[in-house]
């Protein structure tokens, strides 16, 4: 099964103009997508016509007739894209009818009427093709021709163009300028929406024709983005889900308050804002656990005292320095235990001294609780 590599160059072609009999250089330019697409076509249907060719053969394998098929596929599908105009036009009833226009449809189609021809009769009435033994042999052989550099994707891509241009009538998928002098051309094709480009952002190696960059540069995985949740950050496109749930500031959480009441969610750098504009309400959580048996009207009295205590003291904003349920907790049980569960609000310069006290001794608590810990682990390391 080895065969030569097939060499293919781009050589512009040329025509003669009937009415003048010059000379005229066309366009070589294409889609490169498609006529790839196309190419990986025709290595499914060869294999696919040479396995359903000699099934049940004990005399022939896939590989035996592969050579001989490759030069019945080429020629069938290079008559079939010859003719395909009139057959489309005038016998299919023009651009009006059902069948699909697009290149690749019109190709696959072809090819899947060459494979369906190689068919043998024990393929045909054995149940062989609706097996998965046949995809399996299928796959097999494709993978041993690839294996063995039979037909290369140079030669299958040339053949590709050819049948490209032959079958894309209304020219969506190719050039068909053609000009009068090689200079003229080279001058086309540097501006040439089908000329082939590489992405330039790092890491993308992408190639693909200039008409397609707006398509490609929208999904680029490489492309560096603004962060799709607003923040400053910008990201490459297939980093930016890692991004948005991790170390994003605008990435949305919980409240720290949620596991008492508060359903709010709010994007992490605005969590301080939050927990200070809604202070009232977390209070009110808070004591709703630590008075279950209050009133909804007296645990509001008591969000009011302590809303004064704290306004009205030098500790001002004590209480809404908290950013967590335990630290907040821990501030309003020790308020509560120095003035009393119940506690009516008169406030004097020695109730705000007190108040000064309690919030330094809260948070002394708090600094000690912390370094006492740190030293235990300290001494168990």
């Not at 079958?167 to 300028?177: R, T």
């Not at 000009?179 to 082939?196: G, K, M, Q, V």
């Not at 990435?251 to 596991?259: Q, R, T």
């Not at 977390?282 to 306004?311: P, T």
């Amino acid at each position: 099964m080895d065969l030569p590599t097939t060499t293919v160059e781009h050589v512009p072609e040329t025509i003669e103009d009937e009415q003048k009999g010059s000379p005229l250089f066309k366009c070589y330019l294409h889609d490169t997508e498609i006529v790839h697409k196309i190419a990986q076509v025709f290595i499914l249907g060869l294999a696919t016509a040479c396995v359903d060719n000699t099934t049940g053969d004990m005399f022939r394998s896939p590989a035996s007739v592969a050579v001989d098929t490759r030069k019945e596929l080429v020629d069938y599908l290079t008559q079939r894209s010859g003719n395909f105009v009139t057959e489309f036009i005038i016998l299919e009833g023009g651009p009006e009818a059902e069948e699909s226009d697009h290149p690749f449809d019109i190709i696959s189609d072809f090819v899947d009427d060459f494979s369906n021809s190689k068919r043998n009769l024990f393929s045909r009435v054995s149940g062989w093709l609706l097996s998965e033994k046949r995809e399996d042999k299928v796959d097999d052989f494709i993978q041993e021709m690839e294996i063995n550099g039979f037909w290369l994707l140079d030669g299958r891509e040339a053949i590709a163009q050819t049948l490209l241009k032959n079958v894309d009538f209304k020219n969506a998928f190719h050039c068909n300028m053609k000009f009068n002098s090689s200079e003229e051309l080279d001058a086309h094709i540097h501006h040439c929406s089908f000329r082939s480009m590489t992405c330039i952002n790092e890491g993308c190696n992408a190639r693909f024709c200039a008409r397609h960059l707006d398509k490609h540069d929208s999904v680029c995985p490489f492309k560096i983005i603004q962060c799709e949740q607003k923040c400053s950050d910008r990201i490459i496109r297939h980093e930016m889900d890692r991004h948005c749930i991790t170390v994003c500031p605008m990435k949305l959480v919980n409240c720290p308050f949620y596991a008492v009441g508060c359903q709010s969610t709010i994007p992490y750098c605005m969590i301080e804002q939050h927990c200070s504009d809604t202070l009232s309400s977390h209070l009110l959580y808070i004591l709703q656990g630590i008075h279950k048996e209050a009133s909804m009207e007296d645990l509001k009295r008591r969000v009011e005292q302590l809303g004064q205590l704290s306004f009205k003291a030098a500790s001002s904003g004590q209480l809404a320095e908290a950013r967590d349920l335990r630290s907040l907790t821990s501030k309003v049980k020790y308020i509560e235990a120095k003035w009393g569960p119940a506690f009516e609000v008169h406030i004097t310069n020695k109730d705000i001294e007190e108040n000064v006290e309690i919030s330094n001794t809260a948070n002394g608590l708090d600094e000690a609780h912390i370094k006492n810990k740190d030293n235990q682990e300290i001494m168990e390391m």
